[in-house]
């Protein structure tokens, strides 16, 4: 299943190739592009050509890095000094395993025994300073020969079914949106499809500035995989998205205030074709829309996700259904574009 | 038999403190060098491997590792199905945010300690620790019907975490304290069957230790042996604790020191260290309380005792981490202590 590996797939940042070059061999042995670019900053840029050859320039995109861990410093007893790649609760980290670089060695995120604690001290979130990688080695040359510094550290979290109809495993934040492009481009339209896989999300968007401004769409969307916080103790309003609601829509979040026209669009298409949709509550976070927007001359963008719990942390959560229908009301959207007038 | 590989099963298997009976059941089925094979009215586990002396006079010696570990236990079930828990056993609660569990329920169910996504924590929040009463377990069911279908109050819950090598001969896992200590045991009895001994030597895997060394209470009181010796896991080094309250990782068992250890069975250990040129450590224990050789020591009219330490990193967290050439060391130290016991020794132990 590409889902699965395209989760289990490592790429923070900057270092992105594996999950690109898995979404490129899939894409060539399918054959569901008619151009492949890769750019100078390692955006995969795709080209499907429409069933008519003109029509508006619609680029859809979904980022491939996920949040992950940088080596900075080796130390002489063979520990592991890091710092994060992308946001990350820090509170999280300890107690885990990692994947460290590109031959994912492996290793452990520990700390000290309870028993070796003040009570005070299980009231302080461990912080930087007190966490390390341990690779099992004894000395620094040991542990230099195996991995050096500016080599990224992953979860080494396995992807599988979950409860209800549900789905578990690392990086969903975007996989899964990359997932989701894989789907739509089993299709043709009758427009000219760009779809990008973007790189540097996490750090502040800098594929999609690069790639927005290379396609030059007319309308874009961008699928996400987004914070779905429906748990205990969080009310109503905070909870950004639920599971099995279907799809969310971004009214506005700090990165952008999408096309109010193209989202009422998108809006109808879920209505006509029965697909359950949701408003994303909250205003929290940003996506590659932010950038696309001011691409140029300025770009109507909408954006798609789906909801995930526990992003950004070494295990999320996702509903099948949401997935389906996400894919289902993209294609949708697209396949009924020129009949709307290309929306705009 | 693999005892390296059969570590990282019992690693994995679930175990907690009351409930070891199938990984119990798991270590007598993977221990070929046992004459006898039994369990007491606790679920102690007892692997009796005979000495070659006469039945009158053959000395007891008793092994004790436990092989329950720390766990969760199900307190609620929300009306969303989210699944509120305790600990049994002393977890650290910073440990247990965001990671994968099994809900041991009418069947085993895989679960998530949920945490909020960074995107919607306040700056506030970050800086304190999230306390075990607020977290909530996600078994990917929407409501308490579905959950209760399968899960009721009470029901245990283990961390998963896959077994991992890492480096060299260490290995890292959820229940190393004390299956550590079951490993240690087996290649004891896997060394002893290559040499002639004259005492039984009963290795107990032995329950309920943390939470209040209970196994090896009883099991000692149906043993009565000559000697006790408990081997369990020991502060590995590592930053943040201070060179003298850590054994030192890949040199060997930390050979224990204190109230809790007769002193001629100190020596004689250590000497058996030097003469087979085994690396160990010294390690002071002044306040004895947390192994199963407190136990032991006051069973009936008193047993010598002592303890051998493995060291680990990370002890109570899910990622505790062995260099298992210790393990073997432990084992073969052990081996020979017991090979080159003879009755004049023990004799001596009964007078100071």
Known sequence: ?344 | MDIKKFLCEMSESPGISGYEHDLAQKISENCPWADETRSDKLGNLILLKRGKDDQNSRPKIMLAAHMDEIGLMVTKIEKEGFIRFSTVGGFDQRVLLAQEVVVHGKKDLPGVIGAKPPHSLTAEERRRTVSIEDMFIDIGFDSFEKVSQYVNVGDLITIKRDCLSLQGNYITGKAMDDRVGVAVMLECLKELAKREHIADVYAVCTVQEEVGLRGATTSTYGIVPDIGIAIDVGFGDMPGIPEYDSIKMSNGPGITVGPQVHPKLHERMVKTARDWNIPFSPEATPSPGGTDTYAMQVTRSGIPTMLLSVPIRYMHTPVETVDYTDVIRTGRLLALFIAELDHEFLEGLKCF
Not at chain 1, 293 to 298: D, E, I, L, S, V
């Open chain 1, 1 to 344: 299943m590409l889902l699965k590996r395209l989760s289990e797939a490592c790429g923070g940042p900057g270092k992105e190739s594996v999950v690109r070059d898995l979404i490129k061999q899939e894409i060539t042995e399918q054959n569901l592009a008619d151009e492949i670019i890769c750019d100078a900053i390692g955006n995969l840029i795709v080209k499907k050509d429409g069933t008519k050859s003109d029509g508006p320039k619609v680029m859809l995109a979904a980022h491939m890095d996920e949040v992950a861990l940088m080596i900075s410093n080796v130390e002489k007893n063979g520990l592991l000094k890091f710092k994060p790649v992308g946001g990350i609760d820090l509170r999280i980290l300890v107690g885990k395993s990692v994947y460290v670089g590109a031959n994912k060695v492996s290793g452990v995120i520990g700390a000290k025994p309870i028993h070796m604690q003040r009570p005070e001290e299980r009231n302080t979130p461990l912080g930087l300073n007190e966490l390390y990688i341990d690779l099992g080695v004894r000395s620094q040359e040991e542990a230099e020969r195996l991995v050096k510094v500016g080599d990224y550290a992953y979860f080494t979290t396995s992807f599988s079914e979950f409860g209800d109809n549900l789905y578990k495993g690392k990086a969903f934040d975007d996989r899964v949106g990359c997932a989701v492009l894989m789907e739509v481009l089993k299709e043709r339209y009758e427009f000219p499809l760009y779809v990008a896989f973007t790189v540097q999300e996490e750090i502040g968007l800098r594929g999609s500035t690069v790639a927005g401004y290379t396609v030059e769409p007319d309308l874009a969307l961008v699928i996400e995989g987004t914070a779905a916080n429906d748990i205990p103790d969080s009310k109503e309003h905070q909870q950004s998205t639920n599971l099995g609601k279907g799809p969310a829509l971004t009214m506005m979040d700090r990165s952008v205030i999408p096309n109010p026209r193209l989202v009422s669009e998108i809006l109808k298409v879920a209505d006509e074709h029965k697909i359950p949709v949701q408003i994303r509550r909250g205003t929290q976070g940003g996506t590659d829309a932010g950038k696309i927007q001011g691409t140029k001359g300025g770009v109507p963008v909408a954006v798609i996700s789906v909801p995930c719990r526990y992003i950004h942390g070494p295990v999320s959560v996702m509903n099948k259904n949401d997935y389906n229908n996400t894919i289902e009301l993209v294609k949708n959207f697209l396949k009924t574009l020129e009949q709307r007038g290309g929306v705009l």
